[in-house]
């Protein structure tokens, strides 16, 4: 479930005035995605996800500049810019040894941003499906 904390840091994000604002809120978005799907992972027995893991996906935001592009996609009503943004850094992820991992983090990261850029509810089921996914890849529920 998404927490209130989420909502009021989207809210702060597509009201920010400044860059490093913007940059800063979105790290802390990234931050709560993370730890969400490192919840998931500890409840189903799965590795989660340490800094020096999740650190080349962190890297390769910042330097999309993710946070900026995403805001201007809030802002302006683009729709798109997050799935150019993921195909680009998906792209750049298949050199990592934990890609696959990798991927699911940043798919799942950008499901929910692009939901909230869209202003669209998100389905509970859509929702937990994803985050499972995230957190397991291809293993099966138990």
Same mark, same amino acid.
């Given at each position: 479930? =998404? @927490?209130?904390?989420?909502? $009021?840091?989207?809210?702060?994000?597509? /009201?920010?005035? +400044?860059?490093?604002?913007?940059?800063?809120?979105?790290?802390?978005?990234?931050?709560?995605?993370?730890?969400?799907?490192?919840?998931?992972?500890?409840?189903?027995?799965?590795?989660?996800?340490?800094?020096?893991?999740?650190?080349?996906?962190?890297?390769?935001?910042?330097?999309?500049?993710?946070?900026?592009?995403?805001? =201007? @996609?809030?802002?302006?009503? $683009?729709?798109?810019?997050?799935?150019? /943004?993921?195909? +680009?850094?998906?792209?750049?992820?298949?050199?990592?040894?934990?890609?696959?991992?990798?991927?699911?983090?940043?798919?799942?990261?950008?499901?929910?941003?692009?939901?909230?850029?869209?202003?669209?509810?998100?389905?509970?089921?859509?929702?937990?499906?994803?985050?499972?996914?995230?957190?397991?890849?291809?293993?099966?529920?138990?």
């Amino acid at each position: 479930m =998404i @927490s209130p904390c989420f909502l $009021v840091c989207w809210v702060q994000y597509s /009201l920010a005035s +400044s860059r490093e604002e913007r940059k800063n809120l979105y790290s802390v978005l990234f931050d709560y995605i993370l730890h969400q799907i490192n919840e998931t992972c500890f409840a189903s027995g799965v590795n989660e996800y340490s800094d020096d893991e999740i650190q080349p996906l962190a890297a390769l935001l910042a330097q999309t500049n993710a946070p900026e592009a995403f805001y =201007i @996609s809030v802002k302006l009503g $683009v729709e798109g810019i997050g799935e150019i /943004l993921r195909r +680009s850094i998906s792209s750049a992820l298949s050199r990592y040894p934990n890609s696959e991992r990798l991927n699911m983090v940043l798919l799942y990261s950008f499901f929910l941003i692009c939901c909230f850029n869209s202003l669209r509810v998100i389905p509970f089921h859509d929702f937990s499906e994803c985050l499972y996914s995230a957190s397991v890849g291809g293993h099966n529920k138990s």
